[in-house]
């Protein structure tokens, strides 16, 4: 399974993310993304390649994948 990890402290919201992965991440009202359960996200096997598009596109480098263990 994998999971995307969003840096609070480098973002800066109204990001490519929230469009890319639309349905998984979701956006507050100030348009930094939301995570569902606030910790990492879940993301579905069919959306991994908007996730690593998401990863790469980041101005902030605000998005990584977490190791599988
Ligand atoms: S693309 Fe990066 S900086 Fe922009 S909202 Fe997403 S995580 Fe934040």
């Known amino acids: ?25 979701a956006s507050d009202e100030w348009g930094y993304p939301l995570s569902p359960d606030g910790t990492d996200v879940t993301i579905p096997l069919d959306r991994e390649r908007d996730a690593r598009d998401a990863v790469a596109m980041c101005p902030r480098l605000a998005l990584s994948f977490v190791e599988r263990r």
């Open 1 to 25: 399974m994998t999971k995307l990890h969003i840096d609070w402290t480098a973002c800066r919201g109204r990001g490519a993310c929230i469009e890319l992965l639309t349905g998984v991440v």
